[in-house]
Every structure is written in structure tokens, then in C-alpha cells.
Nanobody, 124 residues
Framework: VQLQASGGGLVQAGGSLRLSCAAS????????IGWFRQAPGKEREFVAV????????KYADFVKGRFIISRNNAANTAYLQMSSLKPEDTAVYYC??????????????????WGQGTLVTVSS
């Protein structure tokens, strides 16, 4: 499977953005999809993950109540709806895939396939 993330951009603090992760090559329903982010000078960190069916999700503490991960397997696309954005949310956001049998891991090292990243910039 190949992944392509999109939807990043410049937004003011308190605003919203929706990121998309489009899959090609294989059906997305065979994979859990995770979102990670990497700010300049920092390590890549876990944001959220959704299992293959969409019924199980997990979030990093710093996005709970602000971000929602979802997926549409028929459209081969996963989403990250981001609200109440803060300047500290500024980062390149990546989507990643892991085989459905592996559950919903939060470790970046566990993911097999990565999209190219999309930049989110939140101005104060």
C-alpha cells in the first residue's frame, strides 16, 4: 500500500484543519492507520491511530478532545480532524499504516508504510 497525506496549511490559533490520508495499491481496510507529527528539532511523535474497522481509536494525551481520527474504507481514505489548534501543533504530519493484525500501536517504529507528510503551521 502507498499513502499520501494532504490537507496541511497555515491556520490561526483556535482554527481547524482536516488532514486526509489516501491509500493506493491495496485496500486500506487491511491496515490500521496512524498519524504522527514531527516539529523542527524534535522527534516524531504519536498523534492518533484507528484500527482497520474504525471502531477502535487511540489518541495522544495532548490532542484528546481536540483531534478526531476517522476513516472511510470505501474511499480508501483516513482523516484527522484537528480543532482548537495551538501554535505548538505546528509540525509535519505523517500518516502511516500497519497490518490490521497488529492492533493500534503508538510506536512509530512499528509502522511499515509512511506517507510523505503534510505541513501544518499554526500562527499565534
Amino acid at each position: 500500500v502507498q499513502l499520501q497525506a494532504s490537507g496541511g496549511g497555515l491556520v490561526q490559533a483556535g482554527g481547524s484543519l482536516r488532514l486526509s490520508c489516501a491509500a493506493s495499491g491495496r485496500t486500506m481496510s487491511s491496515y490500521a492507520i496512524g498519524w504522527f507529527r514531527q516539529a523542527p528539532g524534535k522527534e516524531r511523535e504519536f498523534v492518533a491511530v484507528i484500527n482497520w474497522s474504525g471502531y477502535s481509536t487511540k489518541y495522544a494525551d495532548f490532542v484528546k478532545g481536540r483531534f478526531i481520527i476517522s476513516r472511510n474504507n470505501a474511499a480508501n481514505t483516513a482523516y484527522l480532524q484537528m480543532s482548537s489548534l495551538k501554535p505548538e501543533d505546528t509540525a509535519v504530519y505523517y500518516c502511516a499504516a500497519i497490518g490490521a493484525a497488529w492492533g493500534t500501536p503508538a510506536g512509530a517504529y512499528e509502522y511499515d508504510v509512511w506517507g510523505q507528510g503534510t505541513l501544518v503551521t499554526v500562527s499565534s
